[in-house]
């Protein structure tokens, strides 16, 4: 009854996730296809009488779903231990058990089995940052500051009403890694999203003059949790080949995703919240006036390749007033919003970075999330949110059958602008080429209401362009203004290239072209374009060769394009040598790398 605790054995559950645990040694999820579907177990589904699904009851109806849908990963919000519910479960109490709201420990472990079974990797967002009061769980556990800091300045958020685990003590570290390596070992989890990292990074994260205290060498970062991210992202990254770790870092870092042998932090990969604020900033602006914020839709790409993102809308996205993704578009109506959603989701999909998407944002919920009630499946039978689910399906799978996005997510070699200086038109052109250059997709996005016919555009190389992917299509919503035909490219120079075409751009849209060359064509192109990156790196100055260097030289009209978030730019400048580490190492950031940290 109440905070007692309950005794489970956990031996003797019989797995059949033999073909993915093996599968997964072999996994690179930096060249894979990367579709997280972000859940919340209590609200997904509700029974008729308000009560939650069991973890068995969820596994026969999300994991068809997921499926259907395209998603490669399920990403559960905190399932570990928690006493309130309002906390969402991150204001953890029980480390190493399964919330016992959905069933027992073992019912846990057949949803990660059956997910596994349908090809479905399990991410579990992870608390470190801090841990609740309660009397019942860690804090001051045998009446001294036992887990947490003893010195409030560090071992309080106050804010938060948490306490902050002592980083510095062996004990906590081993506890923690434990834990961590324990959901791996026991329940086969695939990988941890890590919450709040900044407040961990950070000394004075959360709090006031005089209310901090310096580290040994009088500045802000927390030292001691910095070297313990290393040592547990090390320790997974090193036993699980193929397991995933990822922060939730909100400010500027530097060294989330390089690993801990070269003095990053380790991580695989990190959420890119600089993205997610400048272009849902530049979503909620009226089409008329986004040609006056069109750094919010190009500067990502500026720093894009410094660390390995994921680019996200989550459930943070849509809670406390600030309306689902669908509330937040402009429009006057419910078709005008959803033309505009179905261009955000365009552009995400096509960026580079591996994706997330919160539940209930993929049919176009019109509440914002609430985690004390069901998502509104009952829109579904209205032929808007019908059609806003299908096209979010048709992106996903559209990025699963396309190596072009997502083999490359991580190097500049992937992504090239056409043109991102329309900006009095708010569109962007850019294509994506997969690693061995045999496909390259050609990308329009229109963020304006205007219709452009005959619209001439560069191409990369001479050949056939067709389109594939359409927003304006009937089945997703639109009015059917494609371009039914293939364009054949013409010897006529557009946006610095030798070729172009012409096409109908519809008003609000997200257009995708296959691109086939002539034959012999695409060779002379690719060097035509060498040698203008060649004549390009002799005006820039040394960089000790790093392909960023000299790629897509943006536009001087986006020079004074908006900066990061104020409280990222006091953050210094990564050293030269250690961004030419990086580059060097990109391609080599697989769990295989990580077990020289051992040696």
Not at 239 to 266: D, N, W
Not at 547 to 575: C, F, G, H, I, Y
Request: aromatic share 14%; net charge neutral; proline share 5%.
């Amino acid at each position: 009854p109440a905070n007692a605790s309950k005794l489970y054995d956990i031996s003797g559950y019989r797995w059949k996730d033999r073909k993915w645990m093996n599968d997964r040694r072999n996994y690179n999820p930096y060249g894979s296809p990367m579709n997280i579907y972000e859940v919340h177990l209590g609200s997904w589904r509700k029974y008729a009488d308000g009560n939650c699904l069991s973890y068995t009851a969820i596994a026969d109806q999300l994991i068809p779903y997921v499926k259907k849908m395209g998603y490669t990963h399920i990403e559960l919000m905190p399932v570990t231990e928690y006493p309130f519910d309002g906390s969402w479960g991150y204001q953890v109490t029980g480390m190493f058990a399964p919330t016992s709201r959905y069933g027992t420990p073992k019912d846990f472990m057949e949803f990660v089995d059956r997910c596994h079974r349908s090809g479905i990797g399990v991410i579990l967002d992870w608390v470190l940052a801090h841990f609740p009061r309660d009397e019942h769980g860690l804090a001051m556990f045998d009446g001294t500051p036992l887990y947490e800091y003893a010195d409030p300045r560090k071992g309080e958020h106050k804010e938060w009403g948490t306490k902050v685990y002592d980083f510095g003590k062996n004990e906590v570290k081993s506890f923690l890694i434990s834990a961590a390596m324990f959901w791996f070992d026991e329940y086969h989890i695939d990988g941890i999203r890590c919450d709040a990292v900044a407040s961990m990074l950070y000394l004075d994260y959360g709090r006031k003059d005089g209310e901090w205290t310096p580290n040994v060498y009088g500045g802000n970062y927390n030292l001691e949790a910095k070297e313990f991210l290393q040592k547990m992202n090390t320790a997974i990254l090193t036993k699980h080949q193929g397991a995933l770790t990822i922060a939730e870092e909100s400010t500027a870092f530097p060294m989330v995703t390089l690993p801990a042998y070269q003095g990053g932090l380790g991580f695989n990969f990190k959420w890119n919240m600089g993205w997610m604020n400048d272009f849902t900033n530049y979503m909620r602006c009226d089409p008329y006036f986004r040609k006056n914020n069109y750094g919010g839709l190009t500067f990502s790409m500026l720093y894009a390749y410094s660390e390995n993102f994921v680019l996200v809308f989550s459930h943070d996205e849509v809670v406390h007033g600030k309306g689902s993704m669908m509330g937040k578009m402009p429009g006057e109506t419910l078709e005008k919003k959803a033309e505009n959603l179905r261009a955000a989701y365009g552009f995400m999909m096509s960026h580079p970075g591996k994706k997330l998407l919160f539940m209930g944002q993929d049919f176009g919920q019109i509440d914002e999330w609430n985690e004390n009630a069901s998502l509104e499946w009952e829109l579904l039978q209205y032929p808007l949110h019908k059609n806003m689910q299908s096209y979010v399906r048709a992106l996903n799978h559209m990025v699963l059958e396309h190596p072009a996005l997502y083999e490359e997510d991580f190097d500049p070699s992937g992504f090239e602008w056409i043109n991102c200086s329309y900006h009095e038109e708010s569109m962007v052109l850019y294509v994506r080429r997969s690693k061995d250059g045999k496909e390259t997709l050609l990308f329009i996005c229109n963020f304006d209401n205007v219709e452009h016919e005959k619209f001439r555009l560069g191409v990369p190389f001479a050949g056939k362009y067709k389109e594939i992917f359409n927003s304006d299509a009937r089945e997703f919503g639109g009015q059917g203004r494609i371009n039914a035909r293939a364009k054949s490219s013409k010897k006529i120079p557009w946006d610095d290239r030798e070729n172009s075409i012409e096409c109908n751009i519809p008003p609000m849209s997200f257009l995708v072209f296959s691109c086939t060359p002539e034959a012999g064509k695409k060779k002379a192109g690719r060097a035509a374009k060498s040698s203008v990156k060649e004549a390009a790196a002799k005006k820039e100055p040394e960089t000790g060769g790093r392909k960023t260097a000299v790629v897509k030289e943006e536009p001087k009209k986006l020079a004074t394009a908006r900066e990061e978030p104020k409280k990222l730019s006091t953050t210094k400048e990564e050293p030269k040598k250690i961004v030419e580490a990086k580059s060097r190492e990109r391609t080599q950031k697989t769990a295989q790398s990580f077990k020289r940290t051992e040696s």
